[in-house]
């Protein structure tokens, strides 16, 4: 099955950038989402399709994704920023939904 | 707006059978595939099920395979998850959640309900 590799935190400062990667087998291949989740909300999408952003996401919120890795920036981190983070694909071959394992996200 | 509702969470004894609800408004619901999507306590997301738009079809996570059935009800706008042979790794808050069509991606989830699998 198809495995998406994140790193398991992350530490920024305010007003700094954050970027949080996601790993896999020719992931550039494929369309990567984003999804940030709060302690006891449920996940809310941030990116979708790489790099596009749902209505009501700020801008400071871009995507990019080529050969294995695809990549969440955040700029000018703000403290409401803090959470984890999760990327997802569809695996066509399986028509499974597959997540990283998460990111948190912490703000210095 | 879109909504979807969980219920049927609760705490079961391992072994045990128990059914999830999401009634789901605010969109065309033979439109849209379904899934469901878990969460165990400080652990990250697992997908676990989907179910086409006309039913038809459904996938499963292999962790759940043989164990879990979903399947939806035009009439209630609902769709259920039948959970037999829980085991303790089961426990988990389960989310409803809506893929965008042809995207993949999910836009919509509900508020999750949590399943307790102990003795």
């Known amino acids: 099955s198809y495995v998406l590799t994140q790193p398991p935190s992350v530490s920024v400062a305010p007003g700094q950038t954050a970027r949080i990667t996601c790993g896999g087998d020719?992931?550039?291949?494929?369309?990567v989402h984003w999804y940030q989740q709060k302690p006891g909300q449920a996940p809310v999408m941030v990116l979708y399709a790489d790099s596009d952003r749902p209505s009501g996401i700020p801008e400071r919120f871009s995507g990019s994704n080529s050969g294995n890795t695809a990549t969440l920036t955040i700029s000018r981190v703000e403290a409401g920023d803090e959470a984890d983070y999760y990327c997802q694909v569809w695996d066509a071959i399986t028509y499974h939904y597959v997540f990283g394992a998460g990111t948190k996200v912490t703000v210095l | 707006e879109v909504q979807l509702l969980e219920s049927g969470g609760g705490l079961v004894q391992p072994g045990g059978s128990l059914r999830l609800s999401c009634a789901a408004s605010g969109f065309t619901f033979s439109a849209y595939t379904l899934t469901w999507v878990r969460q165990a306590p400080g652990k990250g997301l697992e997908w676990v099920s989907a179910?086409?738009?006309?039913?038809?079809?459904?996938y499963y996570a292999d962790s759940v395979k043989g164990r879990f059935t979903m399947s939806r009800d035009k009439s209630k706008n609902t769709v259920y998850l039948h959970m037999n042979s829980l085991r303790a790794d089961d426990t988990a808050v389960y989310y409803c959640a809506r893929p965008e069509i042809a995207k993949e991606c999910f836009d919509s989830w509900g508020q999750g309900t949590l399943v307790t699998v102990s003795s």
């Open positions: 179910i086409s738009g006309s039913g038809d079809d459904t």
């Open positions: 020719f992931i550039g291949s494929k369309s």
